[in-house]
Every structure is written in structure tokens, then in C-alpha cells.
């Protein structure tokens, strides 16, 4: 036991210097009659050098498919399009034609059916003249035509009150009632003069029945209906009356028997004159109300105006855009910072304010969100054509990814490789390109966050290894 433990320990002493010093092994006169013993341990150590070996092999094949060497920590925007197409990854194969690996280089394989079915357009970069934009100021407004303010056509007290802010109403719904004597005087008026009117129908018919009995005269008759035309006159003027004052049409038919009830007499039912939703109210029970004076006001908040003010050097040249057609406006406030709400100026004031020189420009914002309300400032952005000409491609064809952008274009065949681009200033809808692609090349545009998907597919954990 003991010589064959000094023997094992000889062996790996022979095969240590074996390794420092490979050209000196066959000096060794302990190798030889070291070679049967050793065979034991042998194994364990070409083992060893063997798995090294293998993985430095397997290492050296997947660095050869996604970044050899120094394009270990390399993005796929930073290489060549041919290093990219000429890659081979671990499968033995091109990496682009590889299901499983061409999205680490960046490349996307797009069916023609996506293309062809709408999903995905393109675009060309193109010289484009560049937007010079016109900031003002201004304030958001009501739609005038989409509000109306609700107001008591005479003076009194707000008896009820049935709606609050914000509930939806539809026209005619009752919004509050008003007690008011000009109202009762009125009413009073008008009963008084149909009562009359009831009268001298009943004496016009009865002349007009003893007349064929002969029994009255004809003089006797023409009074009769000269009595009953003029109560007539009497009670449609009485109603006009009352309609002024803001007594629906509806309602006239049953004041004769809400007269009867003395709670009623007076009260002046203020409904709602259009569709919508109550957007502001100052009513309260017990309040005096003057006639004219809003209470209420309902309408919709979607869309919105704002009055920008326009100065009047760029007058000129707003005029004469607003005149080939609606100007583009991009509206943002300060309680949305980050936020631009689109919109279109479609109007200009015909008078010019003499104390600040500013003509007034209409801006038509949808508000679907209600995002903007009435009384805030807002910052107009008005985008007008300029003489400069710049390349440029659609919004909608450049993607980020961590800071960087980039667009897809066509390889060849059904293939796409992102490539990164250097981007300048926007204007409606576009971008302006500085670098990274030349005029004339085709681009994705709208459904290019598709392409993005896919490449990106490492970012959610997707890998070779799958």
C-alpha cells in the first residue's frame, strides 16, 4: 500500500512537470515506469483538459453567431448590414434564415400577406420643406354652439332644484323651478281671459240658437261673436305672455287645474333647453334668482375652443395658409405637462385689439377625455410651411429602444434589418433625418411597431436557448 501510494504521488508529480515543461518530457526517466500506474489518474485529468476544450470550442461557435470576440457586447446597430446577413449561429446555419436566432441581429422576416393585407406600410425618405412653428398663448372656451347657459326669464326664488353637476340631461327635462309674481300676475291674466273667452262662447252659441228659432236677431248675434273674438284676442295674449316669461308650451294646456292648487301658482318649471350634461350651476333652494342671470349651464365640453392671441406680424402669413385650408395646432397646458391635444384653427377675428395689437385665433381641440376645461390657459403650437428642405420620413417609422433610434428597411426577399438613424425636429406627423439613411430609402412606417416586437423579443426573456 504504502509503495503504491509513493508511485500515485510520483505520477502527478511527472504528468505537473509534463505541463511546465513539454519539450523536457522524455528526460524523465520516471514517465515510462510511471505510464501503467498512471492510468488511473490519467482519465480523470484528459477529462478535464477535454471539457475545457469543449467548451472553449462551443464558446468560440456562439460567439461566431452573435458577436465574435469584440462584438461580444455589440448591438446589432453598431455592425455592418453585411456582417449581420454573413453571421452563422448555433445551429449551423445563416442566422438570419434561423426562426429561432436572426432577431439578435436585428432582422425581421415579414410575410407577404402583412404587407399586402394593410398591416404594414412604407415610405420613402424624401425631402420635405420644414414646418416653422408659431407659439402663442391663449385661453380654452366652451363650443359656443354645443352650450347654452340657463337662466330665469324673471325674477324670483329658486323654490327646487332637481339635477347637479355633471348629471346628464336630456331636452325638456325640468332643471329647477322659480317661484315669481310677475309670473302669477300673468297666469291670473291669462285665466281670467280665458274664463271670458269660455263665456262669450257659450252666449255666441246660444244667440246663435235663437236666432233659428227667431227668437233673436242677427244684430244680437254679431255682438255675441264680436264679445267672443275679443276674449279670444284677450287669452293669446295672455299666453305669449306667459311664454315670455319661460312657461313651456307644454305646460299651458294644464294650467287650469294646477291653478287650483295654491303651491303651484306661480311657479316657474326652467327646463332644459338641449341634450347634454350639466357642467356648471351656482342654484341653491331659497336663493333669490334675476331674470337673465345664468344658473346653469349644460351643454358638452367635447370639443373645445381656444382663443389663441395672434400678433400682427404673423397675421400675414397665418392668413394666407388659413386660406389653402384648416392650419394644424397642437394645444398643451400646464396640468398635462408632456401632453399636445391636435387641433385645427379654422378661424381669425376680423377685429384687431388696439391695446395689445393681437388678433384673435379660433383653435378646435377634441376633448373626448375632457382633459381640457373652460378658463385654462393653454400654449398653442401653429405649424406653418417653411422654405427649408430636409429629409424626412413619417413619425410612426421610428422606434426607440434604450435612447437609441431606428428605423426597419427592405434587405432582400421578405427580410428587414433595423438601422439606426440620427432624428432632428418634428412637424406634423413628421421627422426629420440627419443621418443613417439615405434619400430614396424605403422605410417601414405604419405597423413598424410590429417589426420592433419581434426583434426585441430578448428583452421578455426569448432566446437561442429556448
Known amino acids: 500500500m504504502q509503495i503504491d501510494d509513493v508511485r500515485s504521488r510520483v505520477n502527478r508529480l511527472a504528468i505537473l512537470i509534463a505541463c511546465l515543461f513539454v519539450g523536457a518530457c522524455g528526460k524523465h526517466p520516471a514517465a515510462p515506469s510511471a505510464e501503467k500506474p498512471a492510468s ?6 484528459a477529462a478535464g483538459h477535454e471539457a475545457e476544450g469543449h467548451g472553449g470550442h462551443e464558446a468560440e461557435e456562439k460567439g461566431e453567431g452573435h458577436a465574435e470576440g469584440e462584438h461580444g457586447e455589440t448591438s446589432d446597430l453598431d455592425r455592418p448590414v453585411e456582417e449581420l446577413f454573413s453571421a452563422t449561429c448555433e445551429h449551423k446555419k445563416k442566422t438570419f434564415e434561423c426562426d429561432e436566432c436572426r432577431y439578435e441581429m436585428g432582422i425581421v422576416r415579414v410575410a407577404a400577406a402583412i404587407v399586402d393585407g394593410g398591416l404594414l406600410r412604407t415610405a420613402e425618405a424624401t425631402p420635405r420643406a420644414v414646418d416653422a412653428p408659431i407659439v402663442l398663448t391663449g385661453e380654452v372656451r ?54 271670458s273667452r269660455d263665456l262669450a262662447s257659450r252666449t255666441l252659441d246660444r244667440q246663435k240658437a235663437l236666432l233659428r228659432e227667431g227668437v233673436s236677431s242677427e244684430r244680437e248675434v254679431l255682438e255675441s261673436q264680436n264679445r267672443f273674438e275679443s276674449a279670444d284676442i284677450r287669452v293669446r295674449a295672455a299666453s305669449e305672455r306667459l311664454l315670455r316669461l319661460g312657461l313651456d308650451p307644454a305646460d299651458l294646456g294644464s294650467l287650469g287645474s294646477a291653478s287650483r292648487l295654491g303651491s303651484a301658482r306661480g311657479r316657474l318649471v326652467v327646463r332644459a333647453p338641449i341634450e347634454g350634461r350639466v357642467i356648471d350651476m351656482h342654484a341653491v333652494a331659497g336663493e333669490a334668482a334675476k331674470a337673465g342671470e345664468s344658473v346653469m349651464v349644460v351643454g358638452e365640453t367635447d370639443p373645445v375652443w381656444v382663443f389663441a392671441d395672434l400678433y400682427e406680424d404673423h397675421l400675414g402669413a397665418v392668413q394666407a395658409r388659413l386660406g389653402a385650408g384648416p392650419v394644424s395646432a397642437m394645444v398643451s397646458v400646464k396640468a398635462h405637462p408632456g401632453d399636445e391635444f391636435p387641433g385645427t384653427l379654422d378661424l381669425l377675428g376680423a377685429v384687431m385689439d388696439e391695446k395689445t395689437r393681437t388678433v384673435k385665433a379660433r383653435v378646435t381641440v377634441a376633448n373626448p377625455d375632457g382633459k381640457l376645461r373652460p378658463g385654462m390657459f393653454a400654449q398653442v403650437r401653429l405649424v406653418l410651411p417653411g422654405d427649408e428642405q430636409v429629409l424626412a420620413i413619417p413619425r410612426a417609422a421610428v422606434m426607440q429602444d434604450e435612447g437609441r433610434s431606428f428605423v426597419f428597411v427592405p434587405h432582400h426577399g421578405d427580410y428587414w434589418v433595423r438601422r439606426p438613424v440620427r432624428t432632428g425636429r418634428e412637424w406634423d406627423g413628421w421627422v426629420e433625418v440627419k443621418g443613417g439613411i439615405q434619400a430614396g430609402q424605403r422605410v417601414a412606417a405604419n405597423g413598424a411597431f410590429l417589426l420592433k416586437s419581434d426583434v426585441l423579443r430578448s428583452k421578455m426573456g426569448a432566446g437561442c436557448a429556448d
Open 40 to 45: 488511473k489518474e490519467a482519465p480523470k485529468e
Open 142 to 195: 366652451f363650443d359656443e354652439r354645443r352650450v347654452t347657459h340657463v337662466a330665469p326669464r324673471t325674477d324670483g326664488v329658486l323654490r327646487a332644484v332637481h339635477v347637479q353637476i355633471g348629471d346628464r340631461v336630456k331636452a325638456g327635462q325640468a332643471l329647477f323651478e322659480v317661484d315669481s309674481i310677475a309670473l302669477g300676475d300673468a297666469l291670473g291674466e291669462y285665466l281670467e281671459a280665458r274664463a
